[in-house]
């Protein structure tokens, strides 16, 4: 049973899309929200703007000295190694320190993390037990960042969100409807989660946070991995639209992501795989 029944305070550090949501789900019950980011003039009333730049130390000032919960739910914005550095790492460890030197300790750590951590490519299922040996900068860059997380001192649970698609996300929307599909042989399982439920898995693991240790690691990612071919070709369907080439960009790996933990803490998908989540898209692409 929580011990507490006054409103939290939460720092949401790179308050994007997804920071956004979930502070506006969290304001709505009341609780204190506090969004970080470079230009806060782009967060939706309801959730108070700290300006900083992670990259900049001396820019993490005025940080809430009754701070609950921090969320890391920062965006890279960029391919480039040396932005995923300052993103990551470097962000996360500069924000940790600015909490310590300011004498702010949080009794919770939640560092979003990417399923780009894992090198199957396969087919393979993959879970939070899986080996994580990535080959590309971004995985190894993203392993490193969940160490500094989790050996922070504070209690800090990785969230890895697979594939995120959603209002906003157009771009296999558009790839498709000018009918450029994506090759049957050999099938690429591909992953996805939509971003309404990337908001609600964090709000579930902050609530169940508050009742009982979380584990260190969550895999949080749809119902049903699919052959990327298969998603494509049934939003061809649905957008009225004939694949015309086939070509195998942006298919690297393939496995398939096991999200049986987090079902297993009581989290029920809104959108359990593509089929329930995309309807909703596609009207809003053909407006």
Not at 198 to 221: I, N, R, T
Request: charged share 20%; glycine share 8%.
């Amino acid at each position: 049973m929580k011990h507490k029944l006054n409103r939290d305070q939460i720092l949401i550090a790179g308050c994007g899309d997804v920071g956004s949501q979930l502070g506006l789900s969290l304001a709505a019950e009341g609780h204190q929200v506090f969004g970080l980011r470079r230009n806060i003039n782009q967060l939706p009333p309801g959730i108070q703007g700290i300006a900083a730049d992670l990259s900049q130390p001396d820019t993490l000032i005025n940080l809430p000295q009754q701070l609950d919960t921090l969320f890391y739910v920062v965006a890279a914005g960029s391919r480039d190694e040396s932005v995923y550095r300052k993103a990551y790492p470097d962000g996360l460890q500069n924000l940790l320190q600015a909490l310590q030197q300011q004498g702010i300790h949080p009794r919770q750590l939640f560092f979003i993390s990417s399923t780009a951590v894992y090198h199957q490519q396969n087919d393979e299922w993959v879970d939070e037990r899986s080996a994580t040996e990535p080959d590309n900068f971004s995985g190894r860059i993203m392993l490193e960042a969940e160490q500094i997380a989790l050996h922070s001192g504070i209690p800090a649970t990785i969230v890895r969100f697979s594939g995120i698609y959603g209002p906003g996300r157009n771009y296999m929307l558009t790839q498709i409807s000018r009918g450029a599909g994506y090759p049957s042989a050999p099938p690429r399982y591909s992953n996805r989660i939509h971003r309404d439920d990337c908001v609600g898995v964090l709000k579930h693991l902050w609530q169940l946070s508050q009742q009982q240790p979380l584990e260190p690691v969550y895999l949080a990612s749809d119902d049903q991995p699919a052959p990327l071919h298969e998603v494509g070709d049934w939003l061809a369907e649905r957008l009225g639209v004939t694949i015309t080439e086939r070509s195998a960009r942006r298919t690297i790996g393939s496995k398939r992501c096991s999200n049986a933990l987090l079902k297993q803490s009581g989290y029920c998908f809104r959108y359990p795989n593509y089929r329930a989540g995309y309807p909703q898209l596609i009207d809003e692409f053909r407006s």
